[in-house]
T-cell receptor
Framework: KAGVTQTPRYLIKTRGQQVTLSCSPI?????VSWYQQTPGQGLQFLFE???????NKGNFPGRFSGRQFSNSRSEMNVSTLELGDSALYLC????????????FGPGTRLTVT | GDSVTQMEGPVTLSEEAFLTINCTYT??????LFWYVQYPGEGLQLLLK?????DKGSNKGFEATYRKETTSFHLEKGSVQVSDSAVYFC????????????FGSGTRLSIRP
């Protein structure tokens, strides 16, 4: 099976802009979770989508949003970018049941200038 | 709330040395426990897992045992190799919200030839 893919791998944006990141899960997986990784805050859970519905949400402002399509692919959007949004954004896929073992993609490195 | 505490790094060892990375957790009920590894420039890879007390997870020579009495999940390897150099994350998945993984701060491991 192909692994989790994320596009783009690298992105540079300016403060105030918005950005959309994409994640394609492992075939057959219905759950996609998003995480933000920064040197200061470590790995933090953003939200999880299962069967096109947000099932779980972390403690991030409303500027961070997401959606999931019928083919389980997911997008994450960040509006009005701030310098502090610079991070590695990781997507993880899982079957969505049982132990919820998650498989991570390589991440999208977002730099906000 | 639920949390994971792991030993501060960096940890530097010589090849063939014994490795222990300590991890303790705080959680309600019986979470699933994981160790993930992140190689430079890559996403996270699941190294091993344990889903109930006294379970031992193992993979690639690494082991960790779910100790409910001490709320610990220490990672061990008998003989490390240069290729084991990476950042290791201890993590838990709460029973109440299994799709949300809570990570420790990570421990950077460097192995000298």
């Amino acid at each position: 099976k192909a692994g989790v893919t994320q596009t783009p791998r690298y992105l540079i944006k300016t403060r105030g802009q918005q950005v959309t990141l994409s994640c394609s899960p492992i075939s057959g997986h219905r759950s996609v979770s998003w995480y933000q990784q920064t040197p200061g805050q470590g790995l933090q859970f953003l939200f999880e989508y299962f069967s096109e519905t947000q099932r779980n949400k972390g403690n991030f402002p409303g500027r961070f949003s997401g959606r999931q399509f019928s083919n389980s692919r997911s997008e994450m959007n960040v509006s009005t970018l701030e310098l502090g949004d610079s991070a590695l954004y990781l997507c993880a896929s899982s079957a969505g049941t049982g132990t919820y073992e998650q498989y991570f993609g390589p991440g999208t490195r977002l730099t906000v200038t | 709330g639920d949390s994971v505490t792991q030993m501060e790094g960096p940890v530097t060892l010589s090849e063939e040395a014994f490795l222990t990375i300590n991890c303790t957790y705080t959680a309600t009920g019986y979470p699933s426990l994981f160790w993930y590894v992140q190689y430079p420039g890559e996403g996270l890879q699941l190294l091993l897992k344990a889903t109930k007390a006294d379970d031992k997870g193992s993979n690639k020579g690494f082991e960790a045992t779910y100790r409910k009495e001490t709320t610990s999940f220490h990672l061990e390897k008998g003989s490390v190799q240069v290729s084991d150099s990476a950042v290791y994350f201890c993590a838990l998945s709460p029973r109440s919200s299994a799709s949300k993984i809570i990570f420790g701060s990570g421990t950077r491991l460097s192995i000298r030839p």
